[in-house]
């Protein structure tokens, strides 16, 4: 059964950091992309980032692009999401999602705010 | 990275049928059968109904589908029942490995 965890959300004053981490099991991690995708409250679904199965190339959507950075380590089967420079908008749960042809596995999504 | 446009809302009653319309550019929906929709009931993740246009995962019900017209993609739920009460989104593979969504559509079963 794959399993999606996500941890490391929380409250960020602007301009600060946070990183996110996801645990996956249940598949061959190091064999599939991975994205990100956020849901700020009471809004829509916003893809994030993608990275692939050997991080060899990573891609951003323009709103976070220069500000967040995805990586993985397969050796621990963890994704990774390092969110700098945060401003109010990007206050959302984030979401870890394994990617073969469609987003085809969630994890439960950890909460962002962003708030002085 | 502009979303694709779905309806805000759509309702019907108990054991009829609805579609949801999701229309994006030749840059997406158009150009590549990567069209996937999902269902979200508030306060949980999202849950992968249909892939690839029409596909259905294992587990998802039949009465759940999926079509595709120039760059206008459809779900179809037929025999309405309330549990299928929730937000739906589609979602399309946008090239150089970005994904677009819609804005979500609510579903009222009356």
Redesign the interface.
């Given at each position: 059964e794959v399993q999606l965890v996500e941890s490391g959300g929380g409250l960020v004053q602007p301009g600060g950091s946070l990183r996110l981490s996801c645990a996956a099991s249940g598949f061959t991690f190091s064999s599939s992309a991975m994205s990100w995708v956020r849901q700020a409250p009471g809004k829509g679904l916003e893809w994030v980032s993608t990275i692939s199965g050997s991080a060899g190339s990573t891609h951003y959507a323009d709103s976070v692009k220069g500000r967040v950075t995805i990586s993985r380590d397969n050796s621990k089967n963890t994704l990774y999401l390092q969110m700098n420079s945060l401003r109010a908008e990007d206050t959302a749960v984030y979401y870890c999602v394994k990617l073969e042809n469609s987003l085809d596995y969630w994890g439960q999504g950890t909460l962002v705010t962003v708030s002085s | 990275?502009s979303?694709l446009t779905q309806p805000a809302s759509v309702s019907g009653s108990p054991g009829q049928s609805i579609t949801i319309s999701c229309t994006g550019t030749s840059s997406d929906v158009g150009i590549y059968n990567?069209v996937?929709w999902?269902q979200q009931h508030p306060g949980k993740?999202?849950?992968?109904m249909i892939?690839?246009v029409t596909k259905r995962?294992s587990g998802v019900s039949d009465r759940f589908s999926g079509s595709k017209s120039g760059n206008t993609a459809s779900l179809t739920i037929s025999g309405l029942q309330a549990e299928d009460e929730a937000d739906y989104?589609c979602?399309s593979?946008a090239g150089?490995?970005?994904?677009?969504?819609?804005?979500?559509t609510k579903l009222t079963v009356l």
């Open positions: - | 990275q979303a990567l996937s999902y993740a999202p849950k992968l892939y690839e995962p989104y979602s593979y150089s490995s970005t994904w677009v969504f819609g804005g979500g």
